[in-house]
């Protein structure tokens, strides 16, 4: 196995469950499941153990390996030097169970409905486009920017009105900007996460290769998971691209005065995203956009920033929901965190995060309480105000 | 080989005895001076070798470029009169030990001297040093050793200074930037002053800091403020670049405020100090530092030494002054950070 | 086994039940040297009540239960010596009371040392506890019961000392109070002015019962605090260096350590002490007195301060410190141990002489560390080596020389603190008989049928 060669040095202290000040733990299947084989320090002595054969791969060892978020706490604050390499350690023993064809059924499945269809929905590729309906946004046929909005966005009903709200601002502002539409393919960044690598290329390449053919240059991406593909994996393969993230570009458009901002008296909270927060350490620009609103007042939560706590939906558990929505699943335990501010809206940046925080939110009943709006979202209703 | 060139007669002969009637820690009459010096050319028990707290300033009193604190250095070893205690001198010189540990990069004829500092490569950035930043040196291999004057010390000096001399030379470098004026004071007059050959040209930073401005004057925006400059121990060993800080000053925009402890009267920062006599010489020295700082009217506190600009930093701070190194001073003119 | 699975999953949820083979693997063994044993079924329990069921339901199997922190004593007092359930108490971390004026607080039995003092320094800033130098994710309950120390017991003891109230599950099932909480709402002393029944339960080892609350006390938190290192290569001079410091009354925690590497440390004795204070004038009066005291070593050069770069200052000033947790991965194998026995301040020189032999010996990478307890009253010195977990040959060495490390140490007068099992057997054949016949009374009285962590303080 890559990296194995580390793996025993983990001392099970458990920094890695913490928040940078021990607030609480942070690790989402850990608050869920409360066994130590659940967070990051289990994993690495369960694979340590599978690794030297003091157990078998099992059933219960795939779900403890795909439990995890990759949402980097760990790796945020575990102490050692080998720390970078943590989630790389993670991925590669899922590889392991990909090449023997033992992942858990959901992931699998997930895993099929990208081969197959192209997207884990198992959508048709031609109903990928249609968030776009009602939006001035046009296909890319060579403007500056390729705004690119990945499966979530294409086909799941939060993602979709995420895609369509900054669908609708974007070109507003005056950008230049083309989608692809029934051409888009999954980025695979999560696919990776999952251990299935060579799908990851497979899609990486085509992605790359079609990028080149119609002349991209620049992207805007909706998603988080896609910014961090782009940014980090694209570039090994050849794929070197200029990239954003849409919070990166409203900020820049409202600082050079593009969207005009009218006040919108009303109290926000805002959740990093794991992949545009600690995985890209982008942490002001979307906080930027939203008190560049008149009138409107940020309040944090608790965990923040690196310290954020996880929606719960990395790591491809969006879909394959290996936790499913306990009391104590991190998007339920972040929806309560997100009320007791005192919040009305709970602004997200990622469709993913928007999916499991609207879910929890319901499930909790917070419904009349907080309402999860995605940034884009918070600024339309700004300026129809 | 390698002994310290010293002429006794010159001090013989001196009708000023400035070395220890200009000390701003030992109070003798001119004539006491002279017999204590006389006493410590002759090996004899002289109380200078106990009570000198190793602020450096009378290599730059000495108006005969007789090193004098070398001498007092070289006295206090051969009588096995420490500074500071076993302990704290044996860190300082293990610490400082060459392990393999250096960072060398794309070495060119001109290259920069970081010394052991790592401070001092993350200050070499920008327009300043665009064209030298990647020609580089930096750890135990490159240090100038000056310190162990401090701990009385020079056969830890007399060992390493030429390896260091030569680990440069294999190199190639011609011309050596150093960041640190204690680098520059090593090659310039420690060196020599123990017949250690130095085959390539040592440049102050300031000197070079000067041109480059210079070079630059198109897009400096005067700073319009006024600042203290902190003067460090290690430049009493090159006084001839002190007029460079008003140069530079002059430059970008920045008034150098008149202050009691300033030029030949400068303090030092005190830290290393501490070490070797006591808290309270410490304490005392900076507290009149600091307290001449507010009396000057500064806004900032200028520092060319990083670890001065360590020891007093919190401090200065704390009296509403702000720390700034002179290489930071300089970036600011020029709209960097 | 179905049968105590189902109770199992009866009184907790299934979720937090297991006896997979991962889970058992993982609670079969803690990051230190003793050998794995397997416990028969792992549960996390979130409330006493849930505690107490499991309890009784050893009792009518004749199941031996373990409970458990974080398991970092690295000394194997989790691991089921003799199977069983090992309670993971982690789910019950809940901070229950400050009171702020009487300076006490109120945790359950698995609430975290980070926890904690995180809560106080966002809510309580005048309030801190006595912080050990293990990871954050050390509980409260497991510290008092293996007698930990922390930043405090310098000044104020063991953090046993600092008890101020428990809830304990007797091993026959019974929840009971212990202090002025079994008759008062408030949890202000463990014991005095009744008869103290604590110590039926603090230095157990989980033997006795299981905690679940624990009302601890708090210390006044100064808004400033600063770090001196003095350093000397006179190991005979530490006690005597100690002696002086503690003098003062102006030190808050004292530890004097040694290690060979980095070589900034090499052939030298560190002895760090942090002062506290509201205010500047506070700090520097402190440090005045600090520097005062040791003087004499300072004129006749055997000692001096060192200069703590600004750099290197939140090292030292990190709590918990985590570069005691990274010194597990010096031979970069994430294993180290210690042996942390008890011991006059005096013996400091022939500990320190001793350990250093043991590494030249036996090749191990080792460091050395005395946490000083009370005003010189005692020391934990810790016999501390690093290991690579991925060399068995390093590993057996460094048991040898704990082994070696520990005898030489009851042979000095010194006491076992947090013993493996082995080294609790070698303490009990050096104890007063009758001093064990009370134990054993104690122990056979409370938990009948044997079912409290077995194989830790047996006395046969």
């Known amino acids: ?385 | ?337 | 086994m179905r049968d105590v699975y189902n109770a199992l999953v009866e009184i907790v949820g299934e979720e937090y039940v297991s006896f997979r083979k991962e889970e058992l693997y993982f609670y079969a063994r803690d990051p230190g040297l003793m050998p794995a044993h397997e416990p028969d079924y792992v549960v996390a329990p979130e409330t006493t009540e849930e505690v107490q069921k499991i309890v009784k339901l050893a009792n009518r199997e004749k199941i031996p239960i373990v409970p458990m922190g974080a398991g970092m004593a690295l000394t194997g007092l989790i691991i089921p010596l003799k199977g069983g359930i090992v309670i993971d108490m982690k789910r019950m971390r809940r901070i229950l009371e400050v009171n702020e004026k009487a300076r006490y607080a109120i945790v359950e039995g698995g609430t975290s040392q980070g926890a904690l003092k995180s809560y106080l320094d966002r809510n309580y800033p005048n309030l801190r506890h006595s912080i050990p130098d293990a990871p954050p994710t050390v509980t409260i309950a497991a510290n008092v019961v293996i007698h930990g120390q922390g930043r405090l017991t310098q000044q104020y003891g063991f953090n046993s000392d600092m008890v101020s109230g428990l809830e304990v599950v007797l091993p026959t099932g019974e929840i009971c109070k212990i202090g002025s909480c079994s008759m008062s709402p408030s949890w202000f002393s463990k014991g005095p002015t009744l008869p103290d029944l604590s110590g039926l339960f603090l230095g157990w080892l989980g033997t006795t019962g299981i905690m679940t609350k624990v009302g601890l006390k708090l210390y006044p938190k100064k808004k400033m605090r600063d770090v001196e290192l003095f350093v000397t290569d006179r190991e005979d001079l530490i006690p005597e260096i100690l002696f002086r410091l503690t003098h003062t009354e102006m030190v808050e925690d004292i530890t004097a350590w040694f290690q060979p590497k980095p070589i900034i440390f090499q052939g030298n004795h560190h002895v760090t002490l942090y002062i506290t204070g509201d205010t500047d004038e506070e700090l520097e009066f402190k440090r005045k007195m600090v520097w005062d005291s040791v003087k004499e070593f300072r004129d006749n050069k055997d000692g001096g301060f060192m200069w703590i770069l600004p750099a290197m200052k939140p090292t030292f000033l990190d709590m918990p410190q985590r570069s005691v947790t990274t010194f597990a991965d010096v031979k970069k194998g994430g294993g180290f141990e210690y042996s942390g026995p008890i011991a006059l301040i005096e013996k400091y020189p022939v500990l320190a002489r001793k350990l250093v032999e043991l590494g030249t010996k036996f090749k191990v990478a080792y460091s050395g560390m005395a946490r000083v307890i009370g005003r010189s009253h005692a020391m934990m010195f810790g016999i501390a080596f690093t290991f690579n977990r991925a060399d068995p040959d390093m590993m057996e060495r460094v048991r040898k020389a704990l082994h070696e490390g520990i005898t030489f140490a009851f042979d000095q007068g010194g006491i076992p603190w947090k013993p493996t099992a082995e080294e609790q057997k070698m303490a009990m054949e050096r104890m007063d008989p009758n001093t064990l016949k009370l134990m054993k009374m104690i122990k056979e009285n409370l938990d009948p049928n044997g079912i409290m962590n077995p194989g830790n303080w047996e006395v046969n």
């Open chain 1, 1 to 385: 196995m890559e990296f194995e060669e580390i793996v025993h040095r983990c001392f099970r202290c458990g920094y890695c469950k913490f928040t940078e000040d021990y607030h609480d733990f942070n690790c989402p299947p850990y608050l869920k499941f409360g066994l130590d084989t659940y967070a990051a320090g289990g994993r690495m002595w369960l694979i340590n153990a599978w690794l030297n054969h003091g157990i078998e791969t099992s059933k219960h060892y795939a779900e403890i390996l795909y439990l995890c978020n990759t949402c980097g706490n760990c790796k945020e604050h575990c102490v050692f030097t080998f720390k970078e390499d943590l989630l790389n350690i993670f991925e590669a023993a899922k590889a392991e169970l990909v090449e023997k064809g033992l992942v858990p059924p959901a992931v699998k499945d997930y895993l099929q409905g990208i081969l197959v269809n192209g997207n884990p929905y198992k959508e048709p590729q031609h109903k990928r486009g249609r968030w776009a309906e009602g939006t001035d946004i046009q296909p890319f046929s060579g403007q500056e920017f390729l705004f690119y909005v990945g499966d979530v966005g294409s086909y799941d009903e939060p993602g979709k009105k995420m895609a369509g709200s900054v669908g609708t601002i974007l070109p507003k502002a005056g950008l230049s900007i083309g989608i692809l539409g029934s051409k888009e393919k999954c980025d695979g960044n999560d696919v990776k996460a999952l251990g299935e690598t060579g799908l990851f290329a497979k899609l990486a390449e085509e992605n790359i290769r079609l990028f080149k053919e119609i002349g991209v240059k620049k992207i805007i991406t909706l998603d988080p998971h896609a910014y961090n593909a782009f940014t980090k994996e694209y570039p090994k393969l050849g794929g070197k691209f200029k990239v954003w993230h849409y919070t990166q570009v409203l900020a820049m458009l409202i600082k050079g005065k593009k969207i005009p901002l009218p006040g919108y008296k009303v109290k926000v909270t805002y959740h990093d995203p794991c992949y545009l927060g600690r995985h890209n350490a982008i942490y002001n620009d979307p906080r930027e956009v939203l008190r560049s609103i008149p009138g409107l007042i940020l309040v944090e939560m608790n965990r923040n920033r690196k310290n954020s706590l996880c929606c719960g939906g990395g790591g491809g558990n969006f879909m394959t929901d290996v936790s499913g929505l306990g009391k104590d699943s991190s998007s339920r335990i972040r929806a309560r965190e997100a009320s007791e501010t005192g919040a009305e809206f709970l602004a997200v940046a990622c469709p993913i995060c928007y999916k499991m925080l609207d879910e929890a939110v319901k499930e909790e009943g917070l419904e009349e309480k907080i309402k999860v709006k995605d940034i884009a979202e918070i600024v339309n209703q700004a300026i129809l105000r």
């Open chain 2, 1 to 337: 080989m390698d002994r310290l060139k010293f002429d006794e007669h010159l001090c013989t002969t001196c009708q000023t005895s400035d070395c220890l009637v200009k000390c701003q820690f030992i109070n003798l009459d001119r004539e006491t001076a002279h017999r204590e010096v006389m006493k410590i050319i002759k090996g004899g028990d002289s109380s200078v070798l106990r009570d000198c707290v190793t602020c450096y300033a009378c290599e730059e009193y000495c108006q005969w470029g007789n090193h004098p604190f070398y001498l007092i250095t070289e006295r206090r070893e051969e009588k096995g009169i420490l500074t500071a205690s076993r302990a704290i001198t044996n860190q300082w010189i293990n610490m400082c030990e060459p392990q393999g540990k250096y960072k060398v990069g794309e070495i060119k004829e001109k290259a920069l001297s970081c010394c052991f500092i790592g401070d001092l490569r993350r200050l070499a950035r920008g327009k300043l040093f665009e064209d030298v930043r990647s020609s580089y040196i930096l750890g135990p291999e490159f240090f100038c050793e000056v310190v162990y004057l401090h701990f009385a010390k020079p056969s830890v000096i007399r060992e390493r200074l030429p390896k260091v001399i030569e680990n440069i030379n294999q190199l190639g470098i011609e011309q050596l930037i150093c960041m640190h004026d204690e680098c520059y004071g090593s090659f310039t007059s420690l060196a020599p002053a123990y017949g250690i050959e130095v085959n390539f040209q040592p440049i102050h930073y300031f000197e070079y800091l000067f041109e480059k401005l210079r070079d630059l004057k198109s897009e400096i925006k005067p700073l319009n403020i006024k600042a203290a400059y902190q003067r460090p121990c290690s430049s009493r060993l090159s006084p001839d670049k002190y007029p460079f800080v008003k140069e530079i000053f002059g430059l970008i925009g920045v008034e150098m405020v008149n202050r009691k402890y300033q030029g030949e009267n400068a303090l030092c920062c005190g830290e290393v100090l501490r070490m070797v006599a006591g808290y309270e010489v410490a304490n005392d020295i900076q507290r009149k530092n600091v307290e001449d700082m507010v009396q000057s009217g500064a806004e900032y506190g200028v520092f060319n030494c990083p670890y001065c600009q360590m020891a007093l930093s919190e401090k200065v701070y704390k009296k509403g002054i702000k720390p700034i190194h002179i290489i930071d001073l300089c970036k600011m003119a020029l709209g960097e950070e």
